[in-house]
């Protein structure tokens, strides 16, 4: 998150920024103490607010699972077999990212056969291309390193997880 909303920043978003979760424990799940730690610690200093969907409410989060679907059909499922590499991860995913955002017509609300670049182009005139690249991130790895989180918190969250040795293999 806190990579995603740097993002926003260097690209000119400076209005308040909201992002929407699902009940998820990496965003403290039904816990209210938890949620307001990430809150305040997290997105109150970059100027955002996370958001939980209603509970009991699915057509909340219809948008997020779409897109999961969309990505599964159209990079994934036809591009799996030809990734190999971390190299080859990344140069994969980068491409369908600016194809994605740059060069495919999208059909959903609001969209009318645009690319997601032409609407943003709209609502924000003059807001720079790149906007539309920001490089794919291997949550594992960032999610482990210490420029993120404390190193007491990478190490519990790591061991608990059991995959410690997977990360020192690294």
Known sequence: MKLLISWLRANGINHRIYIQSDWG??????????????????????????????????????YVER?????????????????NTIDDLFKWSYGYV???????????????????????????????????????????FVSCSPLFIKEETQRAFVTYRGLLDVFDTY
Not at 30 to 57: C, D, G, H
Not at 67 to 83: G, M
Not at 101 to 113: F, V
Not at 122 to 131: A, N, Q, Y
């Open 98 to 140: 600016t194809h994605f955002n740059t060069k495919r017509p999208h059909y959903g609300k609001h969209m009318h056969g645009k690319t997601p670049f032409e609407v943003l182009s709209k609502l924000m005139p003059g807001i720079s291309k790149t906007f539309c690249f920001m490089p794919p991130i291997i949550l594992d």
């Open 67 to 83: 897109t999961h679907r969309t990505d599964d059909e159209e990079f994934y499922i036809p591009k799996l077999l030809q990734i």
């Open 25 to 62: 424990l990496e965003f403290g799940g039904p816990t209210l103490r938890v949620w307001n730690k990430i809150q305040k610690e997290i997105f109150e200093p970059r100027n955002a607010e996370m958001l939980k969907i209603r509970k009991s409410r699915w057509t909340d989060n219809a």
